[in-house]
T-cell receptor, first 111, second 115 residues
Framework: GDSVTQMEGPVTLSEEAFLTINCTYTATGYPSLFWYVQYPGEGLQLLLKATKADDKGSNKGFEATYRKETTSFHLEKGSVQVSDSAVYFCALSFAGNQFYFGTGTSLTVIP | DGGITQSPKYLFRKEGQNVTLSCEQNLNHDAMYWYRQDPGQGLRLIYYSQIVNDFQKGDIAEGYSVSREKKESFPLTVTSAQKNPTAFYLC??????????????FGDGTRLSIL
């Protein structure tokens, strides 16, 4: 069935390090892809999205490119800050209402 | 500002008691969802509703019930049949415009604990 697989966490980085969080998906069609961020004690916030192959979503220095050939949507940031410490979720959705979320990757950035 | 409001932020349940979590949205979204999140884990779908007066079970509906009498509201009741209700509950909504391109929008959650 349709699903999303994220890299296992937790991830710990020093401030200004480069971040990659891997996300791959399994789908029978062409879904839209999303990254959400969850800060402690809060709900999920949309970080970025891409709706078709080769689209690049970007926001707040984060980027992810929809790669159909590798069924991937990896999240990257060139220089992380302490304030980026959170849990990151990859998700996919098809027409209709079903959303599929990954299990989340916890990121801690240390000064 | 448009958004999703969940209340209360913290809730305590006694043994054998039913409790209801509130979710209200003013985004004019047709679809609404309830998820359960356990520590260090992802989201599990409890129930969802695509239109008023209609809802479907998700992956872990046992021990929960919902209603959708108004477009803006989608309350979740955690019944006494749910033996392990301690978790963080998230409500979300989504526009059904333009097919699959629309993201889900989330409230700030309700943390439910057993007394």
């Amino acid at each position: 069935g349709d699903s999303v697989t994220q890299m296992e966490g937790p991830v710990t980085l020093s401030e200004e390090a480069f971040l990659t969080i891997n996300c791959t998906y399994t789908a029978t069609g062409y879904p839209s892809l999303f990254w959400y961020v969850q800060y402690p004690g809060e709900g999920l916030q949309l970080l970025l999205k891409a709706t078709k192959a080769d689209d690049k979503g970007s926001n707040k220095g984060f980027e992810a490119t929809y790669r159909k050939e590798t069924t991937s949507f990896h999240l990257e940031k060139g220089s992380v800050q302490v304030s980026d410490s959170a849990v990151y979720f990859c998700a996919l959705s098809f027409a209709g209402n079903q959303f599929y979320f990954g299990t989340g990757t916890s990121l801690t950035v240390i000064p | 500002d448009g958004g999703i409001t969940q209340s209360p932020k913290y809730l305590f349940r006694k043994e054998g008691q039913n409790v209801t979590l509130s979710c209200e949205q003013n985004l004019n979204h047709d679809a609404m969802y309830w998820y359960r999140q356990d520590p260090g884990q992802g989201l599990r779908l409890i129930y969802y509703s695509q239109i008023v007066n209609d809802f479907q079970k998700g992956d872990i509906a046992e021990g929960y019930s919902v209603s959708r009498e108004k477009k803006e509201s989608f309350p979740l009741t955690v019944t006494s049949a749910q033996k392990n209700p301690t978790a963080f509950y998230l409500c979300a909504s989504r526009s059904r415009d333009r097919g699959s391109n629309q993201p889900q929008h989330f409230g700030d959650g309700t943390r439910l604990s057993i007394l």
